[in-house]
């Protein structure tokens, strides 16, 4: 059986693409199944935004055939670990917690490369380009220890 993990921001088109498509290069596709998700439907059925693509190609990555979707209750029963890109997401997620189950699946992403100290992967949405590459360093390093913990 598959590993499931979700990656989680606000649109689905900047930061979860990017940690999606990243820890996807670095695990067993026959052994973790990564996918991402916004907790609002903003850009549902968007492709990932153009300068996150940009980013990935950049380091031989290619998100470009991502579709935003929204966050469901559903995927606490589809999905192992759910990982919110920030503070604000990772409460947006808690709301829709059925249980303590559901409630044990969720944590920042930064939390892994910052234990407990509760760190948001800043939106790089209104910022320029050096936000996108900073946010990708940032996933890039997150994503690489998760793919050691998972497999």
Excluded at 7 to 16: A, E, K, T, W
Excluded at 20 to 29: D, H, T
Excluded at 81 to 110: H, P, T
């Amino acid at each position: 059986m598959r590993t499931k993990v979700l990656m989680v921001c606000l649109g689905n088109i900047c930061r979860s693409p990017l940690a999606e498509g990243l820890l996807a290069s670095k695990v067993n596709p026959e052994k973790v199944w990564v996918d991402s998700a916004g907790t609002s439907n903003y850009h549902v059925d968007d492709l990932p935004d153009v300068r996150s693509v940009e980013v990935a190609q950049k380091y031989g990555l290619d998100i470009s055939q991502q579709r935003g979707r929204q966050f469901t209750i559903e995927d606490f029963d589809q999905f192992d670990y759910i990982y919110a890109m920030d503070n604000s997401n990772y409460e947006n997620i808690l709301q829709l917690a059925r249980n303590e189950a559901d409630r044990q699946k969720v944590s920042l992403i930064l939390n892994k490369t910052y234990p407990d100290q509760n760190k948001d992967v800043p939106d790089p949405y209104y910022g320029g380009q050096n936000g996108f590459e900073k946010v990708y360093q940032m996933l890039d390093e997150a994503t690489s220890l998760i793919a050691k913990e998972i497999g």
